[in-house]
């Protein structure tokens, strides 16, 4: 089955991700710079104007990695509020230098225990993203790998995850990318962002009508 992950700032894009049949949200904040944590409010706000299932961003700086045990903290603080929110998801990953940090990682999940995590495009940075594979396969929580790539690049990725982790396209996805990945990858789910705007603008709302087309070409 094929799935829709769309990126919501506002209760207004979620509602309208929601209208267009979107599968699933991830809610972020300062989108310019890959997105950053939102606000519990936010996240609350979200979660009581739509139905379809909620992963938030647990990011504290536009980097990958953490400036300190405060920012950790503080991290830490957050995914144990967004767990108690019931949300479908956390979305996070961090590296120190160009290497996974995956103590920081599990560490900062054991504050939600419950929760799956995707590990976002952090992911790109690693100078070996087969070895990352069997390492992130190594947390239990961890169930999608969000990047992107050309489709041989993600079609081998997605076969080597698999079936511990499932591969998210994301990162620039149109439509004629996901017509390609449907027809010669193993790939069936798809994060947009741009796509799902006005304008493919990352500054406009989401366009519902967007969504709409796009579920409709994961339809087939």
Same mark, same amino acid.
Do not use: W
């Given at each position: ?17 929601? #209208? ?7 809610? /972020? #904040? ?9 606000? /519990?409010?936010?996240?609350?706000? &979200? ?7 909620? #992963? ?25 509020? +967004? ?10 990953? +961090?590296l120190r230098g ?8 599990? #560490? ?9 995590a995707t590990f976002?495009?952090? +992911? ?8 990352? &594979? ?16 050309? @489709? ?8 080597? @995850? ?39 603008? &990352? ?18």
């Open positions: 089955m094929s799935l829709l992950e769309v990126i919501a700032c506002s209760v207004d894009d979620a509602v309208a991700a929601q #209208r267009g049949g979107a599968h699933r949200l991830e809610i /972020v #904040r300062n989108l310019d710079v890959g997105g950053l944590t939102p606000s /519990v409010s936010l996240v609350r706000d &979200i979660m009581g104007a739509v139905t379809i299932p909620v #992963r938030v961003m647990l990011r504290e700086n536009a980097g990958y990695e953490t400036s300190g045990e405060e920012e950790i903290q503080n991290l830490c603080s957050t995914a144990r509020q +967004f767990a108690a929110m019931r949300v479908d998801g956390l979305v996070l990953g +961090f160009r290497q996974l940090d995956l103590p920081l990682t599990q #560490r900062i999940l054991q504050h939600a225990p419950s929760v799956k976002h495009r952090a +992911f790109e940075e690693l100078p070996d993203p087969e070895a990352a &594979i069997a390492a992130l396969k190594a947390v239990p929580q961890l169930d999608h790998i969000l990047t992107s790539g050309a @489709a041989a690049h993600l079609d081998r990725l997605a076969h080597l @995850a698999a079936p511990e982790l499932q591969i998210l396209a994301g990162g620039g996805v149109t439509p004629e990318l996901i017509r390609t990945l449907l027809k010669t990858t193993a790939i069936r789910e798809f994060h947009v962002g741009r796509a799902a705007r006005h304008g493919h603008d &990352i500054h406009q709302p989401v366009d519902a009508e967007r969504v709409c087309a796009l579920v409709d070409l994961l339809a087939g």
